[in-house]
């Protein structure tokens, strides 16, 4: 069995699937071969019609991920062209986790660093337990932050606290990143859970189209005018208001009683 199948759990329960970097001797840091695995089950999971909604997680409580395993750089990070191989992995990886059109929550607690802190902010909602610390290291590695990467701090964050995290490399407690807008919730850590899972069966309840609709209708308003798809828009709107599930929804309020969605 591939090393990477243990390393990261994917499972699912009903219309909720959880994903849980299962690293936590080593602070849940990913190796390349996780990063492989990582595009592969999100692209599998788009696919698949049962999925309303993904839980990411860390396994452990010291560290949701620690980022990339730097032990790997030596060996497979330390020509042009490892580089190259490894950055297009990463991307193949964090594009599959933003892309998907099914929601999906980050769970985050203890540290979260890095290329952890980017798969957090990939995330759709992000809820931290206060005691998480977050941060993005590269100015103790030597290394040099890819735009990217930036831009999506930036995005997240703004500019001025991506400047004074990128500048320190130091780690910052929980309230500075949901003043700063990197996780939308903070809750105590004995509450996580709990949280989680309340946001993860309120949303798998919800009209499946209409979800993934909100969805890719705020990634499309978020982006310049010029570039957004206008068609997309239009068919994602019209699939929910020809739907059946439109239908459900009517007869429910009027029944008053609990809509059954069933996604068509």
Known sequence: MDASNELLLAETDGHIARFTINRPEKRNAMTLAMWQRMGDVFEVWAEDPDIRVIVVRGAGDKCFCAGNDISEFAKLRSTPEQIAHYNTVTHRAYKALRN????????????????GLEVAQ??????????????????KLGLGYKL????????????????EMLL?????????????GLVNRVVAASA??????????????????????????????AK???????????LLVEACNTSEDYIEGQRAFAEKRTPNFKGE
């Open 192 to 221: 996580l859970d709990a949280t989680v899972e309340a946001y993860a069966q309120e949303i798998a309840a919800n009209a499946p189209l209409s979800v993934k609709t909100g969805k890719l209708m705020v990634n499309e308003a």
């Open 122 to 139: 990939l995330c759709d909602i992000q809820i931290a337990a206060d005691t998480a610390t977050f941060g993005v290291p590269p100015a």
């Open 224 to 234: 310049d005018a010029g570039a957004r798809d206008i068609a997309l828009c239009q």
């Open 168 to 180: 320190t490399g130091r780690k910052f407690p929980a309230d500075d990143a949901l003043r700063w």
């Open 100 to 115: 998907i059109p099914k929601p999906t929550i980050a769970r985050l607690e203890g540290s979260c660093m890095g290329g």
């Open 148 to 163: 990217d990467d930036t831009l999506l701090l930036v995005d997240n964050a703004g500019a001025k606290a991506a400047k």
